[in-house]
Structures are given as C-alpha cells and as structure tokens.
C-alpha cells in the first residue's frame, strides 16, 4: 500500500527528527560487512508520534562477525528498533505476510549492488496465486464464521463466544477486501486502518462497516442485526469474487 499514513497524533517536526535521527544512526554501518540498510515503519509511512519508534533492517554477509548488544536501542529520545539479518539467510528463507506487508512500504538507505532491492522484489508482492486464495477463503470463512459459528455458540449458551467469531469472520472478509485491492493483508494492528485507504470496497463501505461493528448489547437480537448489515456487504462481493476466480460459491466452497 503506497498511500502515506494521516495520523492525527503525528507531530512533523518528530518525523523530522526522527527521519534525522535513523539516517546518522545507519550512516556508521554502511561498510563492507553490510549489503543493504532498509527503513520501515513510520518515518516510511510519513507519521511519527510519541508511541511509534525507528525501525531499521540490516542485511549483513553471512561470514561478518557484526552484531547488535540489543535490538532495542535508543538514540535522541527515540526507541530505535533494528533488525540484524543474514542477507544469504533471508533470500532462501519463506517470509510470512506480516514480514512481507512491513517491507511493502519500505525506503532503501543503502544497497551499494542493487542486491537488497533485488531481494524484496522477489520476496515481498502478492501473488497470483495468493492472491486467489484470499479471495476464496475469505468469501467463505467470512459466512462460516458470521452465520454458521455464531448460532453454534448462540445453541451452546454463550453470546459473547457468538460475538466473538462474528468479529473473527470480519477478519476473513477484510483479507477478501485487500486481495481483492491486489494488496498485502496488513498486519493486525493496522488492519482496520488500510482496509479503508483500499480504492475498491463494497458500496457505502464506511457507513455499513460502522453498522456491522456496532455492538449495543450481547444479545441474539443484536447478532442478528449485526449479520444483517454484514451480509448485505457480503452479497455484493459474492459475486466479484466468483468473476475474479472464474468458479461459482458451490465450486469455492469445494476447494476451500
């Protein structure tokens, strides 16, 4: 996701700082024993308040001795975190989508070879193939968990259980949405916050979402509200997901 985040608690002149602060701390590393420094976080993503901190990469030869006392550092005030990493180690290595969807917005501060930009080109976009699977998976779990586990828990006695994977569904359905914005499904603290910056979501997407999240009571009655804002959602992407995957739900639901 390329948009730049617009945080309310972000202060410009500590993004500044901060922005000044990771360039002289990296600045001693770049040296022989290191192919390639990358920033990530918030100075990358254009915010900086009193709760965020540096997060800095280092790709290091295999064969270097360089090491780190911490990974949590401090340097003018500010929480640096920094991630030591063999480069040859990284490049055979599966990386998962929270690590993937961290480096998709990133800035390269050094990569004297072109090595490290090599690296993340191959490592950290979506997928064809993934890409499929979310939204498959993602249509179907969404339902399964809203309608079908929710009354399971409602017969069992507990609403607070029904609720609660009434709002694990949520999560399945938001994959659903970032794939379908060939995006990385972002990491859960930030989840909710991309899924709005997505440029494609189901019609009045705001005000619905708000409507389906809306918990008055731990009752049937307000979990089947909640199912019926849900689902109006879920019914307009039904359609757009089997077009994407050139298969009806029947034929989704076989595979998933």
Request: aromatic residues 12%; charged residues 25%.
């Amino acid at each position: 996701m390329s948009t730049e985040f617009s945080i309310q608690s972000s202060d410009p002149a500590l993004l500044e700082k901060a922005t000044r602060t990771a360039k002289e701390f990296a600045q001693p590393y770049r040296s022989d024993e290191i192919v390639g420094i990358v920033f990530l976080g918030a100075i990358v993503r254009g915010y900086f308040d009193h709760s965020a901190d540096i997060d800095i990469a280092l790709f290091k030869k295999q064969t270097s001795d360089i090491s780190l006392s911490s990974q949590f550092l401090k340097a003018e005030g500010i929480e640096i975190h920094c991630h030591l990493a063999d480069y040859e180690s990284e490049l055979a290595a599966d990386w998962n989508m929270a690590k993937r969807w961290t480096y998709d917005q990133r800035q390269i501060y050094y990569d004297p070879d072109g090595i490290i930009l090599q690296l993340l080109e191959e490592k950290v976009p979506l997928k064809p193939e993934e890409k499929k699977w979310l939204l498959m998976s993602g249509l179907t779990l969404s339902e399964w968990y809203i309608n079908r586990l929710t009354d399971l828990w409602v017969e069992r006695g507990n609403l607070v259980s029904a609720h609660h994977m009434f709002d694990e569904g949520l999560n399945h359905f938001f994959n659903m949405l970032f794939a379908w914005n060939d995006e990385l499904v972002a990491d859960l603290k930030w989840r909710y916050y991309c899924v709005e910056k997505l440029a494609h979501l189901p019609s009045n997407f705001q005000e619905r979402i708000k409507d389906t999240l809306r918990l008055q009571s731990f009752s049937v009655d307000e979990l089947e509200r909640r199912k019926a804002a849900f689902m109006g959602m879920w019914q307009e992407m039904s359609p757009i997901v089997e077009k994407e995957v050139q298969m009806s739900y029947d034929e989704i639901l076989q595979l998933v």
